[in-house]
């Protein structure tokens, strides 16, 4: 499969350079099933991956599972930085918060769900349930989040017909 994708590749790449188009090759993604190969952009996955759904649940109300896709993690680990470790010292001794290493926290946590949501449209997934987050932490102050879930297809349960 990798031998067929760098030939996907540099056929993509003889191309852009006779078109002119400037397309780097590096930058799409090569998918299959088992009669097409679909080839997509970074842009078009960060566009289709707003719309998958995320949930700690289950279950999505409304919908059934059609088909499981795989289960997938995400590691992010973040330094906390000198400026950070200054402020939440501070803040600690006067039992404050600590916004500057909240906010990494928050963003991690942003980016990590972002890139969950990106590894399940590759997969062809359009929901991950049972999203878990964890935090641990290293030496060296660095703190590692995990987000892991299961990528799903979600279709709409059809309407229940009431009795007559």
Not at 105 to 124: I, P, Y
Not at 130 to 139: A, I, K, Q, R, S
Not at 143 to 164: E, F, M
Request: net charge negative.
């Amino acid at each position: 499969m990798k031998d067929d994708d760098d030939d996907i590749r540099r056929a993509l790449q003889e191309l852009a350079d006779e078109s002119g188009s400037g397309v780097d090759p590096e930058s799409l993604n090569i998918s299959r099933n088992s009669s097409t190969i679909s080839i997509t952009t970074d842009e078009d996955l960060r566009r289709k991956s707003a719309d998958i759904v995320l949930t700690t649940t289950v279950h999505i109300e409304g919908h059934r599972v059609e088909s499981y896709c795989g289960i997938e993690s995400v590691e992010y680990v973040i330094g906390t930085g000198i400026f950070s470790e200054l402020t939440s010292g501070v803040a600690d001794m006067f039992g404050a918060r600590s916004s500057a290493f909240e906010n990494k926290l928050q963003q991690a946590k942003a980016d990590a769900f972002s890139e969950l949501q990106m590894r399940a449209v590759r997969a062809g997934a359009n929901a991950v349930i049972g999203v878990d987050l964890d935090y641990t932490e290293f030496t060296g102050n660095r703190v590692a989040l995990i987000v892991s879930g299961t990528l799903v297809k979600i279709v709409p349960k059809p309407p229940v017909k009431p009795r007559s």
